[in-house]
Nanobody, 127 residues
Framework: QVQLVESGGGLVQAGGSLRLSCVASGRTLRSYGMGWFRQAPGKEREFVARISWSGSPTYYADSVKGRFTISRDNAKNTVYLQMNSLKPEDTAVYYC????????????????????WGQGTQVTVSS
């Protein structure tokens, strides 16, 4: 059974920073690409960032490019999302997820491209 557990969310003022973590159990992440998605109230879940199984390439939604950085530490079976220059529109529940298959370099941005999901962590940015 694969479990993903996100943490690091919270309340922050606009312009501030947060770092989200996603720890996996039941699967060795080193072979799998990972993604971060987010879902704001009343909106659909949307792609935020992706990192391939090898750590490169990375890919970002236009709305976060230049502000967010995705990284991974395979020794800790953990993926991170460093979020800087946060805006109120970044307010959402953030979810991490894993590729359906190992060793993919493809840029994957759809919900159906991923299988296991964490429970999410709330990020709230005040203006």
């Amino acid at each position: 059974q694969v479990q993903l557990v996100e943490s690091g969310g919270g309340l922050v003022q606009a312009g501030g920073s947060l770092r989200l973590s996603c720890v996996a159990s039941g699967r060795t992440l080193r072979s799998y690409g990972m993604g971060w998605f987010r879902q704001a109230p009343g909106k659909e879940r949307e792609f935020v960032a992706r990192i391939s199984w090898s750590g490169s390439p990375t890919y970002y939604a236009d709305s976060v490019k230049g502000r967010f950085t995705i990284s991974r530490d395979n020794a800790k079976n953990t993926v991170y999302l460093q979020m800087n220059s946060l805006k109120p529109e970044d307010t959402a529940v953030y979810y991490c997820t894993t590729d359906r298959r190992p060793y993919l370099f493809t840029v994957l941005t759809g919900l159906d491209d991923y299988d296991y999901w964490g429970q999410g962590t709330q990020v709230t940015v005040s203006s």
